[in-house]
């Protein structure tokens, strides 16, 4: 019995000993999760952050820093957490960043083009610098469409019905997308290329989501009979007109 009792207290020492020792480390472990996001330009800024933290172990002073900074924006971040646990010493970052739907041209009233930007998930325009770091860590695969607009229409509700119009989209249909255009009148026609085939869908002011529904069930049946129309007018939500 006695030598059971030893044992025990051997072991109860040795565990006390191992958590104590982690404990009362000194040094600091970071984990990053990149998501979505260009991983060397959020590289940099987990860097900074964690500059910041070591100054004086405060989570605090690393959001002071986020926000003061505009990081968010900076960065391209669309959420971001950071979490401390004392016991094991370990900061972990975890970043995302919106998916780019198009690349837009943004035109004034004359016609003469204001600038362009990237067009992503969350409705938000960003430089075409976010298209090009993600392509160059191979994070966006194929071309993206181009969207027209003017610069009178953005940051209105039809800037984020369009968002929302293409956050809805599958894959196979946004494929086929190669321009979209939504004019002064508030009419939209969306350009397809299908076998190199150019085809114009224009779908007007009104009941988009159930025209683009329409327009894919017609462009996967002329598709099987291996012939594209030029011309799709869903103008008029009850009738449709085809020209070739």
């Known amino acids: 019995m006695k030598i059971s009792i030893i044992l025990v207290g051997a072991l109860l020492s040795i565990n006390s000993f191992a958590?104590?020792?982690?404990?009362?480390?000194t040094n600091v472990h970071y984990r990053t999760v990149f998501g979505s996001c260009p991983a060397k330009a959020v590289g940099r800024l987990t860097l900074g952050l964690i500059k910041e933290f070591e100054k004086n172990k405060s989570l605090l002073d690393v959001k002071k820093k986020i926000v003061k900074e505009k990081l968010e924006d900076k960065y391209y971040l669309s959420t971001y957490k950071i979490d401390y646990n004392p016991l094991n010493k370990l900061l972990k970052f975890q970043f995302d960043c919106p998916k780019p739907l198009m690349r837009v041209q943004i035109y004034k009233d004359d016609g003469e083009e204001f600038y362009t930007a990237i067009l992503v998930d969350n409705g938000k325009l960003y430089d075409p610098t976010y298209e090009v770091l993600l392509r160059s860590e191979k994070k966006i695969v194929g071309e993206l469409p181009h969207m027209a607009i003017p610069a009178s229409l953005i940051n209105t509700d039809l800037h984020m019905r369009i968002t929302s119009l293409f956050n809805t989209f599958e894959g196979k249909f946004i494929k086929r997308i190669s321009e979209v255009i939504l004019n002064e009148k508030k009419e939209l026609t969306i350009i397809l290329s299908i076998g190199r085939k150019p085809s114009s869908a224009f779908l007007g002011h009104d009941y988009w989501n159930e025209k683009i529904a329409k327009l894919d069930e017609i462009v996967n049946y002329m598709n099987k009979k291996k012939t594209i129309p030029t011309v799709i007018n869903l103008t008029n939500s009850k009738k449709?007109?085809?020209?070739?």
Do not use: G, M
């Open 19 to 25: 958590i104590s020792k982690k404990y009362f480390q």
């Open 240 to 244: 449709v007109i085809i020209k070739f």
